[in-house]
């Protein structure tokens, strides 16, 4: 089992910059990914941002490329998600989320992964 909690969620406004934190624990994600997802109420999951837990390129939606970024700390089992230039349409429980094997293709699909966090609540305002 892997356990995942996020933090570093707020209320903010427009243009604000954010960073999230996911804590990993318990099994080591090894070669596979980890994933951040967001859902606004009424909304299907959707994808953010991922990458594989060892390296690799990293993939990102297209509405929050270029001002998102995912990074990891190997040493504090910590996945990041800067999130800059903030905008009305970034609001949303954000969710991080492992997988202990994922093809570059897979990681958009919230149904290839294995863990999920409770999320952490992002509400940016006009």
């Known amino acids: 089992q892997v356990q995942l909690v996020e933090s570093g969620g707020g209320v903010v406004q427009t243009g604000a910059s954010l960073r999230l934190s996911c804590q990993l624990s318990?099994?080591?994600?090894?070669?596979?990914?980890t994933g951040w997802f967001r859902q606004a109420p009424g909304a299907e999951r959707e994808f953010v941002a991922a990458r594989r837990w060892n390296g690799g390129s990293a993939r990102y939606a297209d509405s929050v490329r270029g001002r998102f970024a995912i990074s990891k700390d190997n040493a504090k089992n910590t996945v990041y998600l800067q999130m800059n230039d903030l905008k009305p349409e970034d609001t949303a429980r954000y969710y991080c989320?492992?997988?202990?094997?994922?093809?570059?293709?897979?990681?958009?699909?919230?149904?290839?992964?294995?863990?999920w966090g409770q999320g952490t609540q992002v509400t940016v305002s006009s």
């Open positions: 318990g099994r080591t994600v090894g070669s596979g990914a």
């Open positions: 989320a492992a997988a202990g094997s994922l093809i570059f293709s897979d990681y958009v699909r919230p149904s290839r992964y294995d863990y």
